[in-house]
């Protein structure tokens, strides 16, 4: 089981790539532009491409400063969400390649809800469909049945060995 999350934390890692890769993206349509509901341009050029603009939707504190105010963490708020997602996917590898089934559970829900979070983003907000982020919410909402799955056998298979003891 182990070796089948890792392997789509390896398609999370290129699904958040690709959207990074459209994030940064200066000239040209962007491949994925399908339509007027499913444009990975919109999303990833959005203020919510970054987590300033993804933490300001969350606090509804509105994104438009004044001139005079000077938002905190500046370099935090402007670092892809796309980035944060490569870096979780390489989290949640590691994880799994070492059979820590607590954590992977853990972190993968965390990181289920957050991706959930984004979708309603996309659906309500900008009313505009990444095709890589759809992608990236069916690789982690796998991930989270698979280690929510894993987690049930190891904790069943250590329940077996205390009653044989």
Known sequence: MRWLVVFLTLAGVV???????????????????????WDCGTV??????SIGGVFDQFTNRNAALSDDAKPRFETVRKIPVAD?????????GLLASMRRWRLLATA??????FSLYLAHIEKDILEVWCVYCVISL????????????????DWRRGRRAESTA
């Open 108 to 113: 993968s829900v965390l990181a289920w809800v």
């Open 84 to 92: 944060v997602g490569i870096a979780g996917y390489i989290l949640l």
């Open 15 to 37: 699904a958040a790539y690709l959207a990074l890769r459209e994030h940064y993206r200066t000239e040209g349509q962007a491949p994925c532009s399908i339509n007027e509901k």
């Open 138 to 153: 069916g690789i982690i909402t796998l991930i989270m049945v698979l280690s929510l799955i894993s987690l049930g056998m």
């Open 44 to 49: 990833n050029k959005s203020r919510f491409a």
